[in-house]
């Protein structure tokens, strides 16, 4: 109680930040000096070059001698002058202690460097919300090197996102903005992903997401099972409720734990060396289009197994057979240690000059 009465007094008597702005300081100093050189040249009749020696030397107050002595009118004028510029140079001194003591310089520096390498990248993942579930994805994220950018507006997690050990690209704003995510590259981005607490806000992201670009793959997180209908209207590709997973997940432990903890220990990156591909038909080398399993040889030269193939319609089979083509809006999903996947991703990279062997 007493810590915040203390602080509302401090905020009281302490000068707003608005009013300690670097441009309106140098726009002053800019429109100080226009007028002392046209003072001098003016009443003293100075070349431009005099007129702007003695400005320098009044503002700095370094006091040299005058160029030529001054006439009365001249010496009237710089004594104006220089009571004007002592309350000038007190402005100067309070902006620069400000954004010296306040660290604003070193902040728009930072913020900066954050601006110019966002927009540098381009395919990355745009990440809205750092609460719980935005930690964890982003940790994700860094483990397996992927490019994103973290959309959140709350100090707090501002501040975490600014100790975190990881290089983190961050932008403070209101994520359901168009500026904000224009601001995180969502016309480059590749994927957008809604992990605010609030299900209106992750609406509204989604619909402002879903206009800017039309292509990105967007996908949602939801609390109230009735907003997941909302959320795809909006534009969402993908909509995920953890609380269901979780449930899910706890109740399969039950009557498939063996299953389960199987299934967690391949994709736990942290404790197995295995892991997941998806071979698209989009992503895919136009050699390796229109193929069967059997014609494509992944297993013999990769060592990776197809474990499932999604239909251009949406469905999923699992184990096709080798006669299973790579048709328009398919893909292939495929299991191999990080070896293998290694290896396959190569492949696809360099496919017929594996088979022109």
């Known amino acids: 109680m007493i810590k915040h009465i203390i602080h509302d007094r401090l905020n009281i008597y302490s000068i707003p930040s608005t009013f300690l702005n670097i441009r309106i300081a140098l726009g002053l100093l800019l429109i100080d000096m ?73 902040k728009k520096m930072h913020l900066n460097l954050i601006r110019n390498n966002i927009e540098k990248l381009s395919d990355h993942v745009i990440l809205c919300g750092y609460g719980r579930y935005g930690k964890e994805i982003s940790s994700h994220f860094h483990k397996q090197s992927l490019s994103y950018v973290v959309i959140d507006q709350a100090p707090e997690k501002i501040e975490i996102l600014q100790k975190s050990v990881e290089k ?17 590259g969502i016309d480059r981005a590749s994927a957008l992903i809604c992990a605010l607490s609030d299900d209106s806000d992750n ?39 953890p609380e269901n997973l979780g449930g899910f997940y706890m109740a399969t432990l039950v009557s498939k734990p063996n299953a389960v903890k199987f299934f967690s220990f391949i994709t736990n990156e942290y404790q197995s060396d295995m892991g997941f591909e998806e071979i698209s038909f989009q ?57 293998q996947l290694k290896k396959l991703r190569a492949y696809l990279e360099d496919f017929e000059s594996f088979h022109n062997r």
Not at 168 to 179: C, H, K, N, R, S
Not at 306 to 328: A, E, M, Q, R, W
Request: with cysteine; charged share 20%.
């Open 168 to 184: 983190i690209l961050y932008i403070q704003d209101d994520a359901t903005l168009d500026e904000t995510l224009l601001a995180a």
């Open 283 to 339: 992503d895919a080398p136009d050699p390796c289009k229109h193929r069967s399993i059997k014609d494509l040889k992944i297993r013999e030269y990769t060592g990776v197994n197809i474990i499932g193939f999604k239909t251009s319609k949406g469905h999923y089979t699992v184990n096709p057979s080798p006669d299973t083509v790579l048709v328009p809006d398919s893909s292939f999903i495929v299991l191999g240690d990080h070896t």
């Open 34 to 106: 226009l007028i002392g050189v046209a003072g001098y040249i003016i009443i003293e009749g100075y070349r431009f070059i005099d007129a702007f020696y003695m400005v320098i030397i009044t503002i700095s107050t370094v006091g040299y001698t005058e160029v030529e002595p001054l006439s009365d009118a001249g010496q009237l004028f710089s004594t104006f002058y220089i009571v004007v510029n002592i309350g000038l140079f007190a402005y100067l001194l309070a902006v620069f202690s400000n954004y010296v003591i306040q660290g604003e310089i070193f």
């Open 203 to 241: 609406v509204f992201t989604v619909l402002t997401a879903r206009q800017l670009n039309p292509k990105i793959t967007i996908i949602s997180r939801a609390k109230d099972p009735r907003s997941e209908k909302k959320l795809l209207l909006a534009g969402a590709n993908h909509v995920v409720m």
